[in-house]
């Protein structure tokens, strides 16, 4: 290889040290030159050097490569006395002093070619001179050049380690010798420790080569390292291995060095070193390397013991002691309660078999379903779904349990809102929990049916199970948890509530056994106030109650007329100590309830937590870009707050952590809270027996008072539900009834449930007959109730029905296959319309109007604005909430779902210009809340309409147009030919758009290439530069 061609160099980064340079050099004499007699002496010798000089303090070594000169008898390493004749005789082409290898220097050195004046042609020249001296001078020669060569080679190789520092060769007697301080010996280090894989293999044929070359009765050899205060690190040291003399050995060795003299070192050599440059030497903490070692392993012994049918559930109910550490670090969690153990160890959990549990609200539930998570994804390696019933919990899920995937070494994603990717990404090593809401669920498993994944989903956690019995999203629910029984074998589903009756129903559609407990770590007791009297609810007594108190609290004649049930008497009792949940009717009446209750709290609770109750304010000024809301303004200084829909979602964030950190201590709240977060209270009050105009179902009730009592900070917690004299015997009822049942809204839910169903169905091609789609429904939770849903009609009548709509709706297409004579089997395959409603998600309802909108979009989309393109992705379902007072368009007898779109629209439109929420707020008149989920809800239906118009995408890439650069050179009139219902206008439009968007990504790449080439402005030479030419 010549000067010019390139070199091959290793660089590697290791910590700068500061390092003395080398101090001398040491000749090891030859064997010869060692009398056997001489030895001892000189090893007694060496070792009482050694002590004297331990006392004198360590001084660093540095260890530099074995440089070869004239003679082969001689061999120089670093340390030692100084030899000035030596060092004449040693190449000039690198210096030995001050030679530092910092964390920018060449390992390699100067040595970068394999030629000329380099280590390999010195070598070269060594192995002639040995070749042509004199055969007597052999036997006391040769087996000290094969030392030689096999030390100068270790060493050299030896600068290329890096991380933990390779142990090497050490002798006794040549360490004392050299004059090596402070070096502790441990025998039986490894060699090979922590050593590139290039460098291992070499070091292990040199190896096999010497102890072909080695003397049998040599002195034993030792592995030894040293260790250096100074630096905290391993240091290498070389050293010589000394032959014995006996005529035996020498024969031996003079036959092995003539049949291995045949074979040059250099192609070893050249090898060996070309290796080391490419291979790639990682640095790697030792202390992380056993910690994970430890993990792995653990993790492997809980792979065999959920394997295998042995009760013994290793370190953590299967999982590494690391999980059980975690806990206690993020939760505080030392210990689990008697039922979650009992739960956990459950024959049917560990036969991996369905399983429905429901305990009382903040009996553990949840750390339960993590547990078993956690065991699938380290344990059996398989991903998993967790489906939440709404937004904000999937985002306080997603936030605790982060953490774990980082430690534990899982991704942890999110599947809500606009959030989520279809299929979900396909991941080699490590596996995925996905948690999602119920509609986002249903259709990230439709992705993984759909790519052949869903064996790869190993367990789903359905959390608050009862609401598959609630409207359409039960409907969906429903749908998903069918798919999956009926798609995968090996999928396990979990499902959790605290609101179970029919557990029967539940139990046959899932396939499940059922665990129950009344566990509750803090005591919850029930209380009813009517008038001025507060009773405790007691299921023994006659009346379902018994008397406990009278309210004991000074009322005004003002106080009276303003609060009449007493409000502020039922939460002075515990605030600001405690924290208090009232809940209220609707949203109006929670802001009216928190502003009435700081018009009457003493001054005395404004001093309670002040600095921290400004910190809030100042927080919500911020988020709302100075805005603030003047019912918070006046009720956060009392400690005291509102919480419903109406707020945006960082404003319940930053309030819910004020309440959860006791910075506030009371919250008027609509229902919705019950359902959503976890935000206990010492006092729950029920304002009224009523959610809206509806009288309170036993479901609800449980909610809501199941959040009295924290966990480890109440020792009891109490709930008071207010009523009037008119609604005590339904209130009675209330309290002593069963829980409601949970009943499938399959068929009620028409276009959202049993449609949409069978459309998915026959895209995804579960199931494409009549016997088959009948058979599905058997199975579902619809399936095993239509006894008692189903009173007029069978369920093949509604499932003959449902294709029929479909058929005649444009959405499937029947094919009849006549089986024989007799025998006729009907088939059917999915639309175009079909798929797209399908993809897109989209409500059955508004599939035909959403293409209709876009058809006509297609033939005028006005671009001056993006008004037009907004009003296409505002939701339908949205527009029966929009009130728009334009009786101007009324009279001109508009289509007054259109005005209520178009009126949203503006809404949009205003905000995306706007781009703050107050604003927008109060020039419509609307709720913050309402406008937020107005544009979350733009942003999933935009989405959901991108899935809809992928058939013309999808119909592009089947022609074989598959990137930009294929359709901006693509031929209009081909293009009219190769996809259906393209006009030539259209044609050019795409192309056109191709090529402009092509254009515009070359220029950005130029400038990025113009921007990476040009020197930067405060480059240190530049400006030096420029000062020169001043």
């Not at 924290?579 to 309830?593: A, G």
């Not at 603030?628 to 979602?649: D, E």
Request: hydrophobic share 35%; proline share 3%; glycine share 6%.
């Amino acid at each position: 290889m010549d000067e010019g061609g390139s070199r091959i160099r290793r660089r590697v980064s290791l910590p700068k040290r500061n390092r003395p340079s080398l101090g001398c050099i040491f000749v090891a004499p030859t064997a010869a030159e060692l009398e056997p007699g001489d030895e001892g002496k000189e090893e007694e010798e060496m070792v009482a050097e050694n002590r004297r000089r331990k006392t004198a303090g360590v001084l660093p070594v540095e260890v530099q490569p074995l440089l070869l000169s004239d003679s082969p008898e001689c061999l120089v390493l670093g340390g030692g006395d100084t030899n000035p004749d030596l060092l004449r005789r040693m190449p000039t082409d690198r210096g030995v002093g001050d030679q530092h290898n910092d964390s920018e220097e060449d390992m390699f050195g100067d040595y970068d070619s394999f030629t000329e004046n380099s280590f390999i042609a010195q070598v070269d020249d060594l192995e002639q001179k040995y070749m042509q001296l004199p055969a007597h001078k052999k036997h006391a020669t040769d087996f000290a050049t094969e030392n030689l060569y096999s030390e100068s080679i270790k060493n050299k190789l030896s600068i290329t380690t890096i991380g933990n520092l390779t142990e090497l060769q050490t002798d006794k007697h040549t360490e004392n010798q050299s004059g090596y301080e402070g070096v502790t010996v441990e025998p039986g280090a490894d060699l090979l420790y922590d050593v590139p894989t290039s460098q291992a293999i070499y070091f292990e044929n040199l190896q096999k080569s010497s102890n072909d070359l080695g003397n049998c009765s040599m002195k034993e050899r030792d592995w030894k390292s040293s260790s250096h205060n100074t630096v905290n690190e391993e240091l290498p040291h070389n050293c010589i291995e000394q032959p014995q003399q006996n005529d035996e050995a020498s024969s031996k060795v003079r036959i092995s060095s003539d049949m291995n003299r045949r074979k040059s070192i250099k192609d070893h050599l050249k090898s060996a070193m070309t290796g080391n440059a490419k291979a790639q030497t990682p640095v790697f903490s030792r202390s992380k390397q056993l910690k994970d070692t430890l993990l792995s392993e653990e993790i492997n012994v809980a792979k065999k013991t959920i394997e295998s049918s042995s009760n013994d559930l290793g370190p953590f109910y299967s999982l590494p002691s690391k999980v059980r550490d975690l806990y206690a670090q993020f939760r505080g969690i030392e210990k689990l309660y008697e039922w979650q153990h009992t739960c956990l160890t459950l024959n049917s959990v560990q036969e991996r078999k369905n399983l429905i549990y429901s305990l009382p609200t903040s009996g553990g539930k949840t750390l339960v379903a993590e547990i078993l998570m956690l065991q699938e994804l380290l344990c059996c390696r398989k991903d998993v779904l967790m489906i939440l019933p709404y937004v904000a919990i999937v985002q306080e899920k997603i936030s605790g349990l982060s953490s774990f995937g980082v430690e534990l070494g899982f991704f942890v994603e999110e599947y809500a809102g606009s959030k989520g990717r279809f299929p979900p990404t396909k991941r080699r090593e490590k596996k995925s929990l996905y948690i999602a809401t119920i509609e986002k669920g249903h259709s990230l498993v439709n992705s993984l049916i759909e790519t052949g994944r869903i064996d790869s989903l190993g367990l789903v956690v359905v959390d608050e199970l009862h609401m598959i019995g609630e409207g359409s999203r039960g409907a969906t629910l429903e749908m998903t948890l069918a798919k999956i029984l009926y798609t995968s074998r090996t999928t396990q589903i979990i499902g959790m509530s605290a609101t179970l009756n029919n557990v029967e129903d539940l139990q046959k559609f899932l396939q499940a056994e059922y665990y129950t407990s009344q566990f509750r770590p803090v005591e919850l007791k029930e209380y009813l106030k009517i008038n001025d009297t507060i009773y405790e609810i007691d299921s023994k007594a006659e009346n379902g109650m018994t008397f406990s108190r009278l309210l004991n609290y000074k009322y005004s004649e003002t106080l009276k007329k303003m609060d009449p049930d007493h409000l502020v008497a039922l939460v002075t009792e515990v605030i600001p100590n405690y924290s208090c949940l009232v809940f209220c009717p609707s949203k109006k009446n929670c802001e009216n309830v928190a502003e009435m209750i700081c018009k009457f709290l003493s001054k005395e609770y404004l001093k309670h937590k002040e600095k921290e109750k400004c910190e809030v304010i100042k927080n919500l000024k911020n988020i709302g870009n100075g805005n603030l809301c003047p019912v918070l303004k006046r009720t956060i200084p009392f400690g005291v707050a509102y919480h419903h829909s109406g707020l945006t979602s960082d404003e319940r964030k930053l309030l819910e952590e004020a309440y959860s950190t006791g910075v506030l201590c009371l919250f008027t709240c609509t229902s919705t809270l019950a359902a959503g977060v976890n935000l206990p209270a010492r006092r729950v009050i029920l304002r009224a027996p009523y959610v809206a105009k509806e009288f309170l179902k036993r479901n609800q009730y449980k909610q809501m008072i199941g959040r009295a009592g924290r966990a480890g900070i109440d020792t009891i917690g109490e709930s008071i539900l207010i009523l009037q004299e008119k609604d005590k015997q339904q209130v009675l009822e209330l309290i002593t009834r069963p829980l409601e049942n949970c009943y499938s809204h399959l068929v009620q839910e028409f276009t959202k449930g049993i449609q949409t169903l069978f459309l998915s169905l026959i895209g995804l091609k579960i199931a494409t007959n009549l016997d088959d789609i009948y058979h599905f429904m058997n199975g579902t939770f619809f399936g095993v109730q239509q006894k008692i849903l189903l009173k007029e009609k069978s369920l093949w009548e509604i499932t003959v029905e449902s294709l029929r709509y479909l058929t005649e709706k444009g959405l499937l297409q029947k094919d009849t296959i006549c089986k024989s004579e007799e025998e006729v089997q009907y088939n059917f395959h999915i639309t175009k319309l079909g798929r797209a409603s399908f993809k897109g998600t989209i409500d059955l309802a508004y599939c035909d109007i959403l293409y209709r909108d876009l058809k006509k979009g297609l033939e005028g989309l006005v671009l001056e604005s993006l008004l037009h393109l907004i009003y296409l992705t505002t939701p339908y379902d949205l527009v029966s909430q929009s009130n728009p007072d334009w009786m101007i368009y009324f009279r001109q007898k508009v289509d007054k779902d259109v005005v209520n779109r178009l009126y949203l629209s503006f809404v949009l439109y205003t905000l995306l210009k706007e781009t703050n929420i107050w604003t927008v707020s109060e020039k419509f008149n609307m709720p913050r809340g309402y406008i937020q989920n107005l544009l979350t809800g733009a942003a999933s239906f935009s989405s959901c309409v991108l899935h809809f118009c992928e058939g013309r995408a999808r119909q592009l890439y089947s022609a074989g147009y598959k990137s930009l650069m294929h359709l901006a050179n693509a031929n209009p009139e081909v293009l009219i030919k190769t996809i259906d219902h393209l006009s030539r206008r259209q044609a050019k439009q795409i192309i056109a758009s191709a090529k402009m968007l092509l254009h515009e990504k070359a220029e950005a790449l130029q400038e990025e290439v113009e921007e990476l080439l040009r020197l930067p402005s405060d480059f240190p030479g530049a400006v030096a530069s420029s000062t020169d030419k001043a």
